[in-house]
Each structure stands twice: as C-alpha cells, then as structure tokens.
C-alpha cells in the first residue's frame, strides 16, 4: 500500500522533493491559493508548523489555480506572496492539479484514501489531509475548516 513516501514533488523554486524526507513525520497536506476566501487560512497553517514542528509536524502546501482561478501567479510570485503577507516558512510546492486527468499523483493518492463528502474530488481550495508518522491518511478535511480546529487530532497524530 502507498504511503507520502512513495511520492515526489518539485519545490515551488523548482527541485525535485522526494516526499520520503519526511518519513516519521506527522504532515498537514494542503492545496492552497493565494486570492481565495480561505486565503487567510494561511495565518493558520503557519501557526500550527511553527507549535508542532519541534514534535514532528510538518504543513506541505500545494498550490492550485484549479477553482475560481483564485492562484493565477508564478510559482515565485506565489512564493513571494505566501512569505510577504502570511511569513510562511513551511514547505510550498510548485502548482499542481488535484482533480482531473493531469491531478498530481500525491492528490490521486490522497483523494483515494480519503474520499469527501460528495465523492473523492477535492472540492475546493484549502482542502486538508492529515498524514500519520507511518505515512497513511488518517483525515481529511473541506476548506471551511480553519488550521486551529485540526490541533486535537494533530497531538494525537504526534503521539501515535
């Protein structure tokens, strides 16, 4: 069975990840946007990397222009974006898809370990999937769901 370490992305200044470093590690995969109402969520995420990594939480944030158009940028104005107005210092990846035909193969993987409400599509930006230290999905998550109210589950990830 896949686990996060079966996977590679490309950073979003250009290098090929192998998602394996974070082996052992609790990961929050999110895919992201840099004009969306959720926007702020950013704010959010930051936060939870910056209590948690010490104990082994990591955020990996994926952008997509796949709903609304809402991250219509560069990769490295996305980049610029996410460290200018919300001071991210977690891991960004390069914009992917994560529906359809061309979705990234990570999404394809998650979406099949973590079917949503209405199917398995990711349905908007800011969808999130918590990632057990052994690799596996433990939850998923809709947009509305804000960074804070994910914290009790992420502990009990972190001391699984």
Known sequence: MPTLSDFTAHTITGEEQPLDSYAGKVALVVNTASACGF???FEGLEQLHQQ???QGLVVLGFPC???GSQDPGSNAEIGAFCQK???VSFPMFEKIDVNGDEAHPLY???REEKGGVLGDAIKW???KFLIGRDGTVIKRYGSTTKPEKIASDIEK????
């Open 65 to 67: 222009n796949q709903f």
């Open 108 to 110: 394809q993987w998650l």
């Open 157 to 160: 990830a972190l001391a699984a």
């Open 125 to 127: 930006n800011f969808t």
């Open 39 to 41: 926007t702020p969520q």
């Open 85 to 87: 107005n919300y001071g």
């Open 52 to 54: 948690y990594a010490d």
